[in-house]
């Protein structure tokens, strides 16, 4: 049975191969790339990338494992255009590389304000990675690389991930067991990563808090499976990829157990917490780097030869004059098909502005329809009594009215951004993106307690209320004096208890008043804070969208102008050196490399799947 080194002896044998084979057939832009993966080949430490969505426990997975609880911040995702490598060193210390200035040593406690986005805007703005040393035999041989969040809100956070993954050895991508399942957007990126880097394994965090994690786990690993099944056997690698499920929480308590000498403690909480199988997965990394980094040259090897397997196809057409003018009019009509895409790209895109004022009738909607029994109330309490008990009970019944209305609102507004991007996509010829806005955090919108401040009483006034209540208590007193002696002192009793109730009601309709006016100044605050954090949460998608249509279009348009250049220098007989080896026995050649690269593949990733195998917690 072949060993792990003799089949990584195998990929660089075909490495060299297929390198030599691009420079044969006048094909230096391919042989570069591979060159450069295996040019890392020496490097001493193994470069694990960690990687997810927001809020999925990255940065808290990464201080448990080197064992300090709050090195890295966890409260806010890690600024776009940022990253932290945390390596080993003989003490902590924390070195910012800015893109303007020279590389600053900071205190390690202040992190957050140069790499997360709560930090301090004007220390953050041009930092584009800091390095973190601690004293942790984990990271022996072992660099672990903290990611902005993958989600397709952010777009910047996107391109930092991939631009590490192209010097990353690994990629531990994570997803949390306190969220929904693995998301289209999320399955998109791994399918891209695991072009470039096979050695890939998941991570479940925060099963601690979760009773229904293992149900979680299956519906991602079904998920998994589903768009494997759509996208083809190139991405099968992710199917037999590990699982780990894990707490971070338990682990800093097993920790802290271990500190205070509770040693059976705490090796139950670290059992439970999961952490030790993913510990020796890392350091299976580390120890059988060379493993991982083979499976990085094997993927850029088996991309070379399926860019020198089309073209050889060309030059197979090419013997045929009719064939390769045949060829080259499929591409030709193409880029003109290419072209009417990109004209409509821009005519979309131009409709895609008006999904703001969309949203902001939506929100409107929304709102008017939560208020409406607040209306219907106030017109009801017609006493100083049962308006305190309102008020009582306003702050809380208002704030859970606003909560309905976001939720409403975010279901709504998340359907018409998913319809409107995905039409969009669709128009393009483009595969759909799973829009989320799920996680969008509802704004401030109100302050805890509301009080209504109405007007005092009005003074007596003579001529409106004296003169009146003069003439009443005349009018009643002579009218009941025929009837009793009493009639004069009666009327004048009667008047006053009249002008009292008159002016009981006129305070009840001024509280009204007063209270109305409030709830509606809450409503309009909360109408502009909500609609401005979908706006902007809507206008992220939209830039995604359509910043990931252009890249495919682009794309496109080079690979087929690529092409186009190929074909016509082939059909006027230009082919170069390339032309003295018979087309046949090019794709004869790069077929039989392709069928060893993919048994190596198969071979070497289960090798890498089985790093950490036998652990326990």
């Given at each position: 049975?072949?060993?792990?080194?003799?089949?990584?002896?195998?990929?660089?044998?075909?490495?060299?191969?297929?390198?030599?084979?691009?420079?044969?057939?006048?094909?230096?832009?391919?042989?570069e790339?591979?060159?450069q993966?295996?040019?890392?080949?020496?490097?001493?430490?193994?470069?694990?990338?960690?990687?997810?969505?927001?809020?999925?426990?990255?940065s808290r997975l990464?201080?448990?494992?080197?064992?300090?609880?709050?090195?890295?911040?966890?409260?806010?995702?890690?600024?776009?255009?940022?990253?932290?490598?945390?390596?080993?060193?003989e003490?902590?210390?924390?070195?910012?590389?800015?893109?303007?200035?020279?590389?600053?040593?900071?205190?390690p406690?202040?992190?957050?304000?140069?790499?997360?986005?709560?930090?301090?805007?004007?220390?953050?703005r041009?930092?584009?990675?800091?390095d973190?040393?601690?004293?942790?035999?984990?990271l022996?041989g072992?660099?672990?690389?903290?990611?902005?969040?993958?989600?397709?809100?952010?777009?910047?956070?996107?391109q930092?991930?991939?631009a590490?993954?192209?010097?990353?050895?690994a990629?531990l991508?994570?997803?949390?067991?306190?969220?929904?399942?693995?998301?289209?957007?999320?399955?998109?990126?791994?399918?891209?990563?695991?072009?470039?880097i096979?050695?890939?394994a998941f991570?479940?965090?925060?099963v601690?808090?979760?009773?229904?994690?293992?149900?979680?786990l299956?519906?991602?690993r079904?998920?998994?499976?589903?768009?494997?099944r759509?996208?083809?056997?190139a991405?099968?690698?992710?199917?037999d990829?590990?699982?780990f499920p894990?707490?971070?929480?338990?682990?800093?308590a097993?920790?802290?157990?271990?500190?205070?000498?509770?040693?059976?403690?705490?090796?139950?909480?670290?059992?439970?917490?999961?952490?030790?199988?993913l510990?020796?997965?890392?350091?299976?990394c580390?120890?059988?780097?060379?493993l991982?980094?083979?499976a990085?040259?094997?993927?850029?090897?088996?991309?070379v030869?399926?860019a020198?397997?089309?073209?050889?196809?060309?030059?197979?057409?090419?013997?045929?004059?009719?064939?390769?003018?045949?060829?080259?009019?499929?591409?030709?009509q193409a880029l003109?098909?290419?072209?009417?895409?990109?004209?409509r790209?821009?005519?979309?895109?131009?409709?895609?502005?008006?999904?703001?004022?969309?949203?902001?009738t939506?929100?409107r909607?929304?709102?008017?329809?939560?208020?409406?029994?607040?209306?219907?109330?106030?017109?009801?309490?017609?006493?100083?009594?049962?308006?305190?008990?309102y008020?009582?009970?306003l702050?809380?019944?208002?704030?859970?009215?606003?909560?309905?209305?976001?939720?409403?609102?975010?279901?709504?507004v998340?359907a018409?951004?998913?319809?409107?991007?995905n039409?969009?996509?669709?128009?393009?010829?483009?595969?759909?993106?799973?829009?989320?806005?799920?996680r969008?955090?509802?704004?401030?919108?109100?302050?805890?307690?509301?009080t209504?401040?109405?007007?005092?009483p009005?003074?007596?006034?003579?001529?409106?209320?004296?003169?009146?209540?003069?003439?009443?208590?005349?009018?009643?007193?002579?009218?009941l004096a025929?009837?009793?002696?009493?009639?004069?002192?009666?009327?004048?009793?009667?008047?006053a208890?009249?002008?009292?109730r008159?002016?009981?009601?006129?305070?009840?309709?001024?509280?009204?008043?007063a209270?109305r006016?409030?709830?509606a100044?809450?409503?309009?605050q909360?109408?502009?804070?909500?609609?401005?954090?979908?706006?902007?949460?809507?206008?992220?998608?939209r830039?995604?969208?359509?910043?990931a249509?252009?890249?495919?279009?682009a794309?496109?348009?080079k690979?087929l102008?690529?092409?186009r250049?190929?074909?016509?220098?082939?059909?006027?007989?230009s082919?170069?050196?390339?032309?003295?080896?018979?087309?046949g026995?090019?794709?004869?050649?790069?077929?039989a490399?392709?069928?060893q690269?993919e048994t190596?593949?198969a071979?070497?990733?289960?090798?890498i799947?089985?790093?950490g195998?036998?652990?326990?917690g």
């Amino acid at each position: 049975m072949e060993t792990t080194a003799e089949r990584v002896t195998a990929v660089l044998r075909l490495a060299n191969e297929v390198h030599a084979l691009a420079g044969r057939y006048g094909r230096a832009d391919l042989a570069e790339p591979l060159a450069q993966a295996a040019a890392r080949w020496k490097e001493d430490e193994t470069t694990i990338v960690v990687a997810g969505a927001q809020k999925r426990g990255k940065s808290r997975l990464i201080n448990t494992l080197v064992g300090r609880p709050g090195l890295l911040p966890v409260d806010a995702d890690i600024a776009t255009d940022c990253h932290l490598r945390v390596r080993r060193g003989e003490n902590l210390t924390a070195v910012v590389h800015d893109q303007l200035a020279d590389d600053v040593p900071i205190d390690p406690e202040h992190l957050a304000d140069y790499a997360s986005v709560a930090g301090d805007p004007a220390r953050r703005r041009t930092v584009l990675s800091v390095d973190v040393t601690v004293p942790s035999p984990l990271l022996d041989g072992v660099c672990l690389v903290d990611t902005p969040g993958v989600d397709s809100l952010t777009v910047g956070h996107r391109q930092v991930t991939m631009a590490m993954l192209r010097r990353a050895d690994a990629l531990l991508f994570v997803l949390s067991a306190q969220d929904q399942p693995v998301l289209r957007h999320e399955l998109e990126f791994l399918a891209e990563t695991v072009q470039r880097i096979p050695a890939v394994a998941f991570v479940l965090t925060k099963v601690e808090d979760s009773a229904n994690w293992r149900d979680l786990l299956e519906e991602n690993r079904r998920r998994l499976e589903t768009f494997v099944r759509e996208s083809g056997d190139a991405l099968r690698p992710l199917l037999d990829a590990p699982w780990f499920p894990v707490s971070a929480k338990l682990g800093e308590a097993a920790a802290a157990q271990l500190a205070l000498g509770r040693a059976e403690r705490a090796e139950a909480l670290r059992t439970r917490s999961g952490m030790g199988r993913l510990e020796a997965y890392l350091r299976g990394c580390a120890r059988d780097r060379a493993l991982t980094r083979s499976a990085t040259v094997l993927s850029a090897a088996r991309s070379v030869l399926a860019a020198l397997a089309a073209s050889a196809e060309d030059h197979d057409a090419a013997s045929s004059p009719g064939r390769a003018a045949e060829r080259l009019a499929v591409v030709e009509q193409a880029l003109e098909d290419l072209a009417a895409t990109a004209r409509r790209r821009r005519l979309h895109g131009a409709a895609n502005q008006f999904l703001g004022q969309e949203i902001a009738t939506l929100v409107r909607t929304q709102l008017a329809q939560v208020r409406a029994p607040y209306d219907r109330a106030i017109a009801e309490l017609d006493t100083r009594s049962k308006l305190d008990r309102y008020l009582a009970e306003l702050s809380d019944s208002v704030e859970r009215s606003l909560q309905a209305a976001w939720e409403g609102a975010l279901d709504e507004v998340t359907a018409l951004v998913s319809g409107t991007l995905n039409d969009f996509l669709t128009s393009l010829g483009l595969d759909p993106m799973e829009v989320d806005l799920a996680r969008a955090t509802m704004p401030a919108t109100l302050p805890r307690n509301l009080t209504v401040n109405t007007p005092p009483p009005q003074r007596f006034d003579l001529f409106r209320e004296g003169v009146p209540a003069a003439t009443m208590a005349a009018s009643i007193g002579l009218m009941l004096a025929h009837l009793t002696p009493l009639g004069l002192l009666v009327g004048p009793v009667l008047a006053a208890e009249v002008l009292r109730r008159r002016r009981a009601w006129e305070q009840v309709h001024r509280d009204q008043a007063a209270l109305r006016n409030l709830l509606a100044e809450q409503f309009a605050q909360a109408a502009t804070a909500l609609t401005l954090a979908l706006q902007r949460e809507a206008a992220a998608w939209r830039a995604t969208v359509e910043q990931a249509a252009d890249e495919a279009l682009a794309k496109q348009r080079k690979e087929l102008e690529a092409r186009r250049a190929e074909l016509k220098s082939l059909i006027a007989g230009s082919g170069g050196r390339s032309a003295q080896e018979p087309a046949g026995e090019r794709l004869t050649r790069i077929a039989a490399l392709a069928r060893q690269a993919e048994t190596l593949r198969a071979e070497i990733a289960a090798d890498i799947n089985a790093l950490g195998d036998g652990a326990t917690g």
